[in-house]
């Protein structure tokens, strides 16, 4: 377990906390010593600046989906307390040194990590879910259930959601990223492939109406290079228009027709 993931749980379990709706992050952050206030800040969504004993996390205040603005809180939240509550970098980072911090993915993962399972614990989510078929309907009502953004709840999802998914997005026609379930049946979408004409993405991109409705396309129409992708597998997919980012979220799942 990620050192992210588990002081996550160890908050969970500090403030008592038995649902996602008792969680209150401005309540946590406050008493763990850090202050959240909104700011005009540019080139990010949020920055954090503290020492071992406080911190001050500013949100960019152009920020208008809630869900998001409360990932970007924990996400922040998760670089204070996971220096806080570990055994390394018991110093902190201040202000001086802040420009390092960031730089390191490897911090920024973990952060997005305690944000994972502090917004969506697991227990809570896996109960959520259960016997649930998966489908976009369902990412939505994980998105207003645990209050968190669309993507954030797919990308939960496709951690350790029942059934095995991809999660991708894309932007002017090119994949920006992807996040694959370990047990999806293909398993290679490098960044920058086109959108296929086949998916109904492929519609947002040339100026036509997309349809979000539940579509059946070969696997190859997404997987063109995975070598290992069988011509005989079949995907559902639906999309959907994240207007803030003026890109797409496809979600992809297996068919029954392998």
């Known amino acids: 377990m990620s050192r992210g993931k588990k002081i996550a749980e160890q908050i969970i379990d500090k403030y008592c906390i038995k649902n996602s709706r008792d969680l209150n992050l401005e309540e946590i952050a406050n008493a763990e010593?850090?202050?959240?206030?909104?700011?005009?800040?540019?080139?990010?969504?949020g920055k954090i600046i503290f020492n071992d004993d406080y911190g001050l996390i500013l949100i960019n205040k152009s920020i208008n989906n809630e869900g998001l603005k409360r990932f970007t809180i924990a996400h922040e939240m998760g670089h204070y307390l996971i220096n806080k509550y570990s055994s390394q970098n018991k110093h902190g980072w201040t202000i001086n040194s802040f420009g390092d911090y960031?730089?390191?993915?490897?911090?920024?993962?973990?952060?997005?990590?305690?944000?994972?399972?502090?917004?969506?614990?697991?227990p809570w989510f896996s109960k959520f879910i259960k016997n649930i078929p998966v489908c976009l309907d369902l990412i939505k009502q994980i998105s207003a259930e645990f209050n968190?953004?669309?993507?954030?709840?797919?990308?939960?999802?496709?951690?350790?959601?029942?059934?095995?998914?991809?999660?991708?997005?894309s932007k002017d026609a090119a994949v920006q990223w992807s996040f694959l379930n370990e047990y999806f049946p293909c398993k290679y979408l490098p960044?920058?492939?086109?959108?296929?004409?086949?998916?109904?993405?492929?519609?947002?991109?040339?100026?036509?109406?997309?349809?979000?409705?539940?579509?059946?396309?070969?696997?190859?129409?997404?997987?063109?290079?995975?070598?290992?992708?069988?011509?005989?597998?079949?995907l559902y997919e639906q999309n959907i228009v994240i207007p803030v980012i003026n890109s797409v979220m496809t979600i992809l799942w297996q068919s029954e027709y392998d």
């Open 191 to 234: 960044g920058g492939s086109r959108v296929p004409e086949e998916s109904n993405a492929w519609d947002f991109f040339n100026g036509k109406e997309m349809s979000e409705d539940e579509d059946l396309i070969p696997a190859k129409s997404w997987f063109k290079q995975d070598l290992r992708c069988k011509a005989t597998t079949y």
């Open 102 to 122: 960031i730089s390191n993915r490897n911090h920024e993962t973990e952060a997005d990590h305690f944000a994972a399972e502090l917004l969506m614990h697991k």
């Open 33 to 45: 010593g850090l202050i959240i206030e909104e700011s005009n800040i540019s080139g990010s969504l």
């Open 148 to 169: 968190v953004s669309l993507t954030a709840a797919a990308l939960r999802y496709a951690e350790i959601g029942q059934y095995p998914i991809a999660v991708i997005m």
